[in-house]
T-cell receptor
Framework: SQTIHQWPATLVQPVGSPLSLECTVEGTSNPNLYWYRQAAGRGLQLLFYSVGIGQISSEVPQNLSASRPQDRQFILSSKKLLLSDSGFYLC???????????FGPGTRLTVT | KQEVTQIPAALSVPEGENLVLNCSFTDSAIYNLQWFRQDPGKGLTSLLL?????REQTSGRLNASLDKSSGRSTLYIAASQPGDSATYLCALGDSGYALNFGKGTSLLVTP
């Protein structure tokens, strides 16, 4: 069966500090991978998606970047965090673009 | 742009009651619709996936329907239990890669 992991589970970082969140998927190959953000009182917003190694697409302009160094690894980064980057970050995978998406446990990021 | 609305925003019911959660959307050109459950501080758990060619899907006490012509989906929960308390989200997949999410319905089932 497939499993998706995210770490860390929670993170408190000062404004201006760097960020690295990691997501890995087990039990499948060549998945579509997604980063979403869930801000308080707002719906989930897609930040990045990837259909293969090194292939990253951004849905919204922002202070964040993503990378996919391996088939089942997806990383969300920032060089300098802003207060507005606070939120709940969720990684998801799917077999294809029209298939069911499965979400990880999430990372709660608080920028102080 | 697809707009997804979930009504009601919050719902409280006594244990054992059958209930319906509603999801409406503005663009019927969808690939699929997913219902998720989210417990406080946790990730999303996929409950049901309905492809655009399907009318409904069932899993245990859950039944989800899809009516593209009217832009509506419902999630029916039979014989509700306190463990069903959570936020329920509907999400639509269309020609883009993103799922378009509603803001959810917060359900509380009281013993």
């Amino acid at each position: 069966s497939q499993t998706i992991h995210q770490w860390p589970a929670t993170l408190v970082q000062p404004v201006g500090s760097p960020l690295s969140l990691e997501c890995t998927v087990e039990g499948t190959s060549n998945p579509n991978l997604y980063w979403y953000r869930q801000a308080a009182g707002r719906g989930l917003q897609l930040l990045f998606y990837s259909v293969g190694i090194g292939q990253i697409s951004s849905e919204v302009p922002q202070n964040l970047s993503a990378s996919r160094p391996q088939d089942r690894q997806f990383i969300l980064s920032s060089k300098k965090l802003l207060l507005s980057d606070s939120g709940f970050y969720l990684c998801a995978w799917a077999r294809t673009v029209s298939n069911e998406q499965y979400f990880g446990p999430g990372t709660r990021l608080t920028v102080t | 742009k697809q707009e997804v609305t979930q009504i009601p925003a919050a719902l409280s019911v006594p244990e054992g009651e059958n209930l319906v959660l509603n999801c409406s959307f503005t663009d019927s050109a969808i690939y699929n619709l997913q219902w998720f459950r989210q417990d406080p501080g946790k990730g999303l758990t996929s409950l049901l996936l309905i492809q655009s060619s399907q009318r409904e899907q069932t899993s245990g006490r859950l039944n989800a329907s899809l009516d593209k012509s009217s832009g509506r989906s419902t999630l029916y929960i039979a014989a509700s239990q306190p463990g069903d308390s959570a936020t329920y989200l509907c999400a639509l997949g269309d020609s883009g890669y993103a799922l378009n999410f509603g803001k959810g319905t917060s359900l509380l089932v009281t013993p």
